[in-house]
């Protein structure tokens, strides 16, 4: 049995049209599935613990089936019991779609299933987590990556502008990333601050642009800002970028799309199991995308191969 949690809205509508071709795989197939439609944000997360709340040990595993994209897939993260029986599988059917990118799963949505169908291969992975107060402590698990400064601003941005229907309806989602992205570097701030590694290392920094935590290799629609990330090697890659001008930061997004702005000036990278930064003012924070808040205190860890996925 599969059970599918279906974004819609995914795509700026794309999701319907991509679950109906799937859907009708399905059938003609004759798999035995449930569907779960969500219908506002954050539904994903609820119907994800429902799904996986039984604490019966006769409890059969669940395979979910996640159709949408990175910000979908955070919220069943956010939702699914790590205790039960239960394994994920991903349809992508977002703008970004960093996951699949990362993960090297197919971005067809009829590749995708008929390799989930067919698959007996089960990959434990790493899931991050981001402590943070919002009026009281909070914690916010991520699959692909955690980011504060421009990177969130990025993100945010993405919500609340028209360009990504305009262009996601003439299949260039990737050039609203482009645009955002642009436009951001000239609104970007920075901060002073102090990064702590693993509870020893601490790091001083002078305007931070943007700090990002990785599971996986890429995000902001193929940033390979973690070139080297490791699913499963239970350590988060960290990209620091501090210190430079606007224009400095243009040319290292552009060399981060290759994974080459490791070496240049201005960019450092770590690996490490847990991080906390302090801020001398607010940056916004995200998870895979979803935004947090500002914040000026943060903490991240990884914790190691819990997330069965299907691959």
């Given amino acids: 049995m599969y059970y599918f949690i279906i974004n819609p809205h995914s795509r700026s509508g794309k999701g319907s049209e991509v679950w109906k071709q799937i859907r009708e795989r399905l059938e003609r197939d004759q798999v035995s599935y449930e569907a779960h ?82 698959s007996q291969r089960v990959r434990p992975i790493d899931y991050g987590i981001l402590s943070y107060t919002d009026g009281r402590p909070a914690h916010r698990r991520f699959l692909v990556s955690s980011g504060s400064g421009y990177d969130a601003e990025v993100c945010q941005n993405l919500f609340s502008t028209r360009l990504k229907k305009f262009f996601n309806r003439f299949h260039m989602g990737k050039l609203v990333y482009l645009v955002i992205g642009i436009k951001q570097i000239v609104l970007c701030k920075g901060s002073d601050g102090c990064l702590t590694l693993d509870g020893v290392k601490k790091v001083n920094l002078k305007q931070i642009r943007f700090i990002s935590s990785h599971i996986q290799k ?47 000036k201005g960019v450092r990278t770590y690996s490490c199991r847990e991080a906390s930064l302090h801020t001398e003012r607010p940056l916004l924070v995200h998870v895979d995308g979803e935004i947090c808040g500002r914040q000026t205190d943060i903490s991240v860890r990884c914790v190691e191969q819990k997330v069965r996925f299907l691959v």
């Fill in 37 to 118: 439609m969500t219908e506002y944000p954050g539904h994903a997360t609820r119907l994800a613990a429902a799904l996986t709340s039984s604490r019966h040990p006769d409890e059969a595993p669940k395979v979910l089936v996640i159709l949408g994209g990175d910000g979908t897939l955070n919220e069943v993260l956010n939702g699914v019991s790590m205790s039960a029986p239960v394994t994920l599988g991903y349809i992508p059917s977002g703008s970004g779609n960093d996951f699949s990118r990362s993960m090297g799963l197919s971005r067809n949505s009829e590749k995708a299933l008929q390799c989930l169908l067919r």
């Fill in 218 to 264: 890429c995000e902001g629609g193929g940033f390979r800002f973690a070139a080297k990330a490791d699913p499963a090697d239970g350590y988060l890659d960290l990209c620091v970028v501090s210190g430079v001008s606007r224009l400095r930061l243009a040319v290292l997004l552009a060399a981060s799309l290759a994974g080459k702005h490791g070496r240049l």
